[in-house]
């Protein structure tokens, strides 16, 4: 069992920023991924931002040189630092991880929202 522990979601105006946080904890062999998602009312959920056990970074363009990605591994922890927010940012925002090489397995955080007034 792994489990994620998120923060860091709130309400800010359009403009502003806001740090999330996501930390595993449990029965980790390996990370293999780690990374961010949303969820809008009415829309499919949708890959925001990952990181890979190599450091490679994987962004939606929709986000592509406001959101930063970024991972602590001694932690097991991975930050996703948004700035200039827009109001199209407000989502239910959902940690995951991939855990293992061979035999992969996935987890979710159960999520945090994120709103953003215009």
């Known amino acids: 069992q792994v489990q994620l522990v998120e923060s860091g979601g709130g309400s800010v105006q359009a403009g502003g920023s806001l740090r999330l946080s996501c930390a595993a904890s449990?029965?980790?062999?390996?990370?293999?991924?780690m990374g961010w998602y949303r969820q809008a009312p009415g829309k499919q959920r949708e890959l925001v931002a990952s990181?890979?056990?190599?450091?490679?970074?994987n962004d939606a363009d929709s986000v592509k040189g406001r959101f930063t990605i970024s991972r602590d591994n001694a932690k097991n922890t991975v930050l996703l630092q948004m700035n200039s927010l827009k109001p199209e940012d407000t989502a239910v925002y959902y940690c995951?991880?991939?855990?293992?090489?061979?035999?992969?397995?996935?987890?979710w955080g159960q999520g945090t929202q994120v709103t953003v007034s215009s």
């Open positions: 990181i890979n056990h190599s450091g490679t970074v």
């Open positions: 995951n991880l991939r855990n293992g090489f061979v035999y992969v397995s996935e987890y």
């Open positions: 449990g029965r980790i062999s390996a990370i293999n991924s």
